[in-house]
C-alpha cells in the first residue's frame, strides 16, 4: 500500500502543469487555500502575535514599542493578583468537578432506568442549557439578592443567617458555579447516549447473573462508559480554565478580585492597567497550560482508540 | 418488550430492581422541579408589577393586577374653547395618572383610564399601563424629577406626556363611556390625594377599579420598548426597541450558521474525496488545532489585529470570527460523506462532473442530515457568546442579545420585572423551538459526543 502510494506521489511531482493528474493533485489545495489561511489569520497568526507582543513593553500608538525581553512575564510571576487569579482558577475548577461534573453523570444514570418519562425529562434538561448566561445571570442575581433574593429566605427558613452573596469575597464563586448545576443537560445526554450504547448482550447477560439495581450500575454500566467520564473530566477542566463570562458578568471579578479567573486577569490587564505586555504574558502562560491539557485528552482518546 | 421486563423483575431481583426504579423516578423528577423553578421564577417576576417585585419574602405567583378608572367632570366650567378645555383634561389626566401611580404604588394598579365628561357626554379618555407611566418617570419626560403638581405641570411637559400615553378628544364627544359596575375599593383613598396633592380642575367624580390579571402580561410589550427608554441616542435602538438586539443576535447567529455549513461542508469533501488519506488527516488537523485554541488567550491580539483593520465597532467585527472552519464540525461532516458510496462520484467524475458538480450536486442533496445538525451545533455553541461581542461594540445598534441584557442588567435604574421581562423575552423563542425540534437537538448533541 505505502509503495504504491509513494509511486503515486511521484508521479504528482513529475506531472506537468496542466495535466490531468497535475489538476487532479493541486485542486483541492487550491479549494483549500482560502478557509486555511483564513483559519491561520483568524486563529494561529494571533498566538504568535501574542508572544510577539508580551516581549515587549507595548505602545497601543507606535507598536510595537520598546523590546523588554522575557521581562514582563518575570514581572508577572512575581505579581501576587496573578497567583491568586491561579488560585481562583482553581478553586472554581475544584467547585465545578465537586458541584457540578458529577450531577450530569448522576442525572443519567437514573434516566437510563425510566422509560416512559425519560423522552419528555431529557428534553427538559435541555432546556436550561441553552439558556444563556446573560439570562442565567440576570435570573441568579435576583435569586442571590441579599435583600429581595430567595436564597436568603431559604437561609432564613432553616434558621441560618442572612449572607449578602455575590458581594461575599468567600461565597462568590460559589454563587456562581452554582446555577451550573442546573445546566448540565447537555452533558447528561451524551451521558445516556454511551450508556444506551453499552452494549445489549453484556446488559443481559448481566441480568442472567442476577446483577441488577445499583450492582449493575456499578459493576456494568460504569466502567463501561468510564472513557466517557473521563473525556468529560478533561473537557470540563478545560473549560472551567477558560472561565471568563460567567464570572466577568456575574461580578465583573470582584468583589476584591475574589472571582478574578485567568480570563480576567488577561482582560483587566489591557483594559484596566493598559499593559498589554502583561495582558499578552498570561495570555501566552495560559494557552501553553491548556495546550497540555488538550495534548493529554488527545493522548488518552488515541490510546482508547487502539 | 416493556411487560416482558416487568416480568422478569418479578422473577428475581425484583427489590433492588423496584428500588433503584423508584429512586429514579423521584430524584428526576426532583432534579426536573428544580430545573423548571429559575424559569418559573423569571416568567413570575416579569410578570410582577414594580411593587410586588420588591416584596420580602418573594412570592412564587404574581399577584393580582388592578385596573382603576377615574371620571372627572367639567360640567357647569366655562372655557374660551375647545382648545382650553382640552389643555385642561390634559393637565387634569397627568395629574391623575402619575400622582396615583407615584402616590400608590403598592396597591399594584397596573391601568388607569381617565375619562372626562361635560353635560353627561365623554369628551375626553386616555388609558395608561404601570409600566409605561413608570417608563416616563424614570428615563422619559419625568426622568429625575419629583412627582409633584408644579413639576408635572411644567411647561410643556403634560403635553408630551399625554402624547407618549396617547388620548382621545373631541368636543362633541367620544364613543367611549366610562365603564359600569365597578368596584370602590380605592375611592377613599386615594380621592382626598388627589384632591389635596394633585388638585384637578374637574370634579372627581368616581374612582372605580377591577381585576383585570391580563394585564401582568401587556407589561411585555413596555419591557420591549424600555431599551428606546435607556439609550435615546441611539437612532435604531429608539426605533424598533428591544427587537433591535433580537435583529443583532439573528444577523450573527444565522451568518455563523451559514458560514459553517457551507465553509465546513466544502473542507470536509475535498478532504474526504479529494485528498489522500494522510494530507486529509494533516488538514483536519490543522482545522481542529485552530478550533481549539482558547478565546481567552487570543483575546488580546485578536483584538487589536481587528482594531488595525478597522474591524472594530462594526458587523465586520461581530462577523468575521465564524469565517473559518471549525474544526470538530468539519470532522462531523467527514464522518458523513466518508460514509457515502464512492461509486456515486466515480459515475459523476466519469460523466465528465468537475469537483464544484460533485459537490454542489451530488454531496450536499445526500447530507441533509448532517447539515442540520451541524446548523444547530453551531447555534447551541455560539448563541451564548458573549465576551467577544462585548468586546468590540461600543454602539447600541451593534449590540448582540447577550451584550443588550448585560449592559441593561448593570443600568442601576433598570427594574428587576422588566429586566426578567427581557429575560423571558429572549429565551422563550428558543425554549419553544427547542421543544419542538427536540428530537434532532438530542440527536444532534449525541452524535458531538461520539468523537473518540
Redesign the interface.
Known amino acids: 500500500m505505502s509503495a504504491k502510494?509513494s509511486t503515486k506521489k511521484k508521479k504528482s511531482f513529475t506531472a506537468k502543469p496542466g495535466s490531468y493528474t497535475f489538476r487532479?493533485k493541486v485542486?483541492?489545495w487550491c479549494?483549500?487555500f482560502l478557509?486555511?489561511a483564513?483559519?491561520v489569520?483568524?486563529?494561529?497568526?494571533?498566538?504568535f502575535?501574542?508572544f510577539y507582543?508580551s516581549l515587549f513593553k507595548y505602545d497601543?500608538i507606535n507598536?510595537p514599542g520598546r523590546f523588554v525581553g522575557l521581562k514582563n512575564y518575570l514581572e508577572m510571576f512575581q505579581m501576587q493578583f496573578y497567583w491568586e487569579s491561579w488560585k481562583n482558577t482553581f478553586i472554581f475548577l475544584l467547585l465545578q468537578l465537586c458541584m457540578c461534573f458529577f450531577i450530569p453523570l448522576?442525572?443519567a444514570l437514573?434516566?437510563n432506568?425510566?422509560?416512559r418519562?425519560q423522552k419528555c425529562?431529557?428534553?427538559?434538561?435541555?432546556?436550561?442549557a441553552?439558556?444563556?448566561?446573560?439570562?442565567?445571570?440576570?435570573?441568579?442575581?435576583?435569586?442571590w439578592h441579599p435583600?429581595?433574593?430567595?436564597a436568603n429566605?431559604i437561609v432564613k427558613f432553616f434558621g441560618g443567617e442572612p449572607q449578602v452573596w455575590l458581594s461575599d469575597p468567600d461565597l462568590v464563586k460559589f454563587c456562581i458555579i452554582f446555577?451550573g448545576v442546573?445546566g448540565g443537560?447537555?452533558t447528561v445526554?451524551?451521558y445516556?447516549?454511551?450508556i444506551q450504547g453499552v452494549s445489549t448482550d453484556i446488559m443481559e447477560s448481566a441480568?442472567l447473573d442476577?446483577c441488577?439495581?445499583?450492582?449493575k450500575?456499578r459493576h456494568i454500566i460504569l466502567p463501561n462508559i468510564s472513557?466517557?467520564i473521563f473525556?468529560q473530566l478533561i473537557m470540563c477542566v478545560?473549560t472551567t480554565?477558560?472561565l471568563?463570562?460567567a464570572p466577568?458578568?456575574y461580578a465583573s471579578g470582584g468583589p476584591s478580585g475574589a472571582s478574578t479567573t485567568?480570563?480576567i486577569f488577561?482582560?483587566n490587564?489591557?483594559n484596566d492597567d493598559l499593559n498589554?505586555g502583561r495582558?499578552?504574558a498570561a495570555?501566552?502562560v495560559?494557552?501553553i497550560v491548556?495546550a497540555v491539557l488538550?495534548m493529554l485528552q488527545m493522548h488518552f482518546?488515541k490510546s482508547?482508540?487502539n | 418488550m416493556k411487560r416482558k421486563k416487568n416480568r422478569k423483575n418479578r422473577i428475581r431481583c425484583g427489590k433492588s430492581e423496584r428500588f433503584l426504579k423508584i429512586a429514579a423516578v423521584t430524584v428526576s423528577l426532583l432534579f426536573a422541579a428544580l430545573m423548571l423553578y429559575p424559569l418559573v421564577f423569571a416568567v413570575s417576576s416579569a410578570m410582577k408589577d414594580n411593587s410586588q417585585i420588591y416584596k420580602v419574602p418573594p412570592k412564587l405567583l404574581p399577584g393580582k393586577a388592578n385596573s382603576v378608572s377615574f371620571v372627572l367632570d367639567y360640567t357647569g366650567q366655562e372655557f374660551q374653547d375647545a382648545e382650553e378645555m382640552k389643555d385642561q383634561m390634559l393637565k387634569d389626566n397627568v395629574l391623575v395618572m402619575f400622582g396615583t401611580n407615584f402616590k400608590f404604588a403598592d396597591q399594584s394598579i397596573m391601568e388607569i383610564h381617565v375619562y372626562g365628561t361635560r353635560e353627561g357626554r365623554t369628551l375626553f379618555h386616555s388609558r395608561a399601563h404601570q409600566m409605561k407611566l413608570q417608563m416616563e418617570c424614570d428615563y422619559g419626560i419625568y426622568k429625575r424629577t419629583a412627582i409633584k403638581k408644579e413639576i408635572l405641570l411644567h411647561d410643556d411637559r403634560y403635553v408630551r406626556a399625554c402624547e407618549s400615553i396617547g388620548y382621545e378628544f373631541d368636543e362633541n364627544g367620544i364613543d367611549k363611556v366610562p365603564e359600569e359596575g365597578l368596584a370602590d375599593e380605592f375611592q377613599d383613598q386615594i380621592a382626598p390625594v388627589i384632591q389635596e396633592k394633585y388638585t384637578t380642575a374637574g370634579t372627581l367624580v368616581s374612582i372605580g377599579n377591577r381585576t383585570k390579571n391580563l394585564l401582568s402580561l401587556e407589561s411585555f410589550k413596555y419591557y420591549l420598548d424600555m431599551p428606546a427608554y435607556i439609550y435615546p441616542q441611539s437612532e435604531r435602538v429608539v426605533k424598533y426597541g428591544f427587537l433591535t438586539f433580537v435583529m443583532n443576535s439573528v444577523i450573527v447567529i444565522g451568518f455563523a450558521m451559514i458560514a459553517q455549513v457551507i465553509l465546513c461542508s466544502v473542507c470536509a469533501f475535498v478532504i474526504s474525496r479529494q485528498l489522500s488519506q494522510r494530507a486529509g488527516k494533516f488538514v483536519l488537523m490543522f482545522f481542529l488545532g485552530g478550533m481549539m485554541i482558547p478565546f481567552a488567550s487570543i483575546m488580546l491580539p485578536q483584538l487589536i489585529m481587528y482594531r488595525e483593520m478597522g474591524a472594530y465597532n462594526n458587523y465586520a467585527a461581530l462577523l468575521l470570527p465564524f469565517l473559518y472552519p471549525y474544526g470538530f464540525y468539519v470532522y462531523l461532516y467527514k464522518g458523513f460523506f466518508d460514509q457515502i458510496p464512492g461509486s456515486y462520484f466515480e459515475a459523476a467524475a466519469l460523466d465528465g462532473a468537475g469537483s464544484w458538480y460533485l459537490y454542489s450536486r451530488i454531496c450536499m442533496p445526500l447530507s441533509k442530515p448532517i447539515i442540520s445538525l451541524i446548523a444547530l451545533q453551531t447555534f447551541i455553541g455560539n448563541w451564548n457568546d458573549f465576551f467577544w461581542a462585548w468586546l468590540v461594540t461600543e454602539d447600541q445598534n451593534l449590540w448582540t442579545l447577550n451584550v443588550a441584557l448585560y449592559n441593561i442588567s448593570n443600568n442601576a435604574g433598570t427594574k428587576q420585572n422588566a429586566l426578567m421581562g427581557l429575560a423571558v423575552v429572549t429565551i422563550t423563542p428558543v425554549i419553544l423551538l427547542s421543544i419542538l425540534f427536540s428530537r434532532q437537538l438530542k440527536q444532534s448533541i449525541a452524535a458531538s459526543g461520539v468523537k473518540g
Do not use: C, H
Not at chain 1, 121 to 128: G, Q, W
Not at chain 1, 130 to 142: E, Q
Open positions: 502510494m487532479k485542486t483541492p479549494i483549500l478557509p486555511m483564513f483559519t489569520w483568524l486563529k494561529y497568526y494571533p498566538i502575535s501574542a507582543i497601543p507598536p448522576i442525572q437514573l434516566l432506568e425510566l422509560i418519562l425529562l431529557t428534553t427538559l434538561y435541555i432546556l436550561p441553552l439558556i444563556p448566561t446573560s439570562v442565567n445571570v440576570i435570573i441568579w442575581r435576583w435569586i435583600d429581595y433574593g430567595v429566605q446555577p442546573l443537560g447537555l445526554l451524551l445516556l447516549s454511551a441480568a442476577g441488577t439495581g445499583f450492582k450500575i472513557f466517557m473525556i478545560i480554565m477558560q471568563l463570562d466577568y458578568m485567568q480570563g488577561i482582560y490587564a489591557f498589554y495582558g499578552s495570555s501566552v495560559l494557552l491548556i488538550t482518546e482508547e482508540k
